[in-house]
């Protein structure tokens, strides 16, 4: 994998359709991180657990690019 600290580029994006996935079927950010952390996918940091806002920063970096 990549520099410690930075997920794959293709998790990146299978974490981003999963993301906007659930942002189409009308979920709000804090639930979408309960969900990312159940579901055991990894933080961008390795660490810790999934927060609404962090899932709101990575959508919204990987909408504009």
Do not use: C, Q
Request: aromatic fraction near 6%; charged fraction near 30%.
């Amino acid at each position: 994998s990549g520099s410690p600290g930075r997920l794959p580029e293709e998790e990146r994006r299978m974490l981003f359709k999963v993301i906007d996935r659930m942002r189409t079927e009308g979920h709000g950010w804090e639930k979408i991180a309960r969900n990312l952390t159940a579901e055991g996918y990894p933080t961008i940091s390795g660490k810790g657990t999934w927060r609404g806002i962090m899932v709101k920063n990575l959508h919204e970096k990987m909408a504009i690019s």
